[in-house]
């Protein structure tokens, strides 16, 4: 069993950055493919950014290419999205979750466990 907590959420202008964190409790965090998701209002939750377990590869959506990146630190039980350049549209809720599998797959369906979500907002 695997909890995880979100945090660095917030309201900030176009073209800024923030850093999103995500800490597991539970010893078996560094078995998991860890990933962020998004969900804006009125929209599905879609694949941001994806990590296997030792981070040796990464997986982006194209939005958020060359923007944001995805890292993890397994002596911390913590994963992070530096999001950089942020956009009107990058504002949603955004969630980690964690995959048993070695596949870093962006269906949401496929992910095991889920933090509560922390809120980004990015003014125009």
């Known amino acids: 069993q695997v909890q995880l907590v979100e945090s660095g959420g917030g309201l900030v202008q176009a073209g800024g950055s923030l850093r999103l964190s995500c800490a597991a409790s539970?010893?078996?965090?560094?078995?998991?493919?860890m990933g962020w998701f998004r969900q804006a209002p009125g929209k599905e939750r879609e694949f941001v950014a994806g990590?296997?377990?030792?981070?040796?590869?990464?997986a982006y959506r194209d939005s958020v290419k060359d923007r944001f990146t995805i890292s993890r630190d397994n002596a911390k039980s913590t994963v992070y999205l530096q999001m950089n350049s942020l956009k009107p549209e990058d504002t949603a809720v955004y969630y980690c979750?964690?995959?048993?599998?070695?596949?870093?797959?962006?269906?949401?369906?496929?992910?095991?466990?889920w933090g509560q979500g922390t809120q980004v907002t990015v003014s125009s």
């Open positions: 979750a964690g995959d048993m599998s070695a596949l870093i797959r962006r269906a949401p369906a496929n992910y095991d466990y």
């Open positions: 539970g010893r078996t965090f560094s078995r998991y493919t």
């Open positions: 990590i296997s377990w030792n981070g040796g590869r990464t």
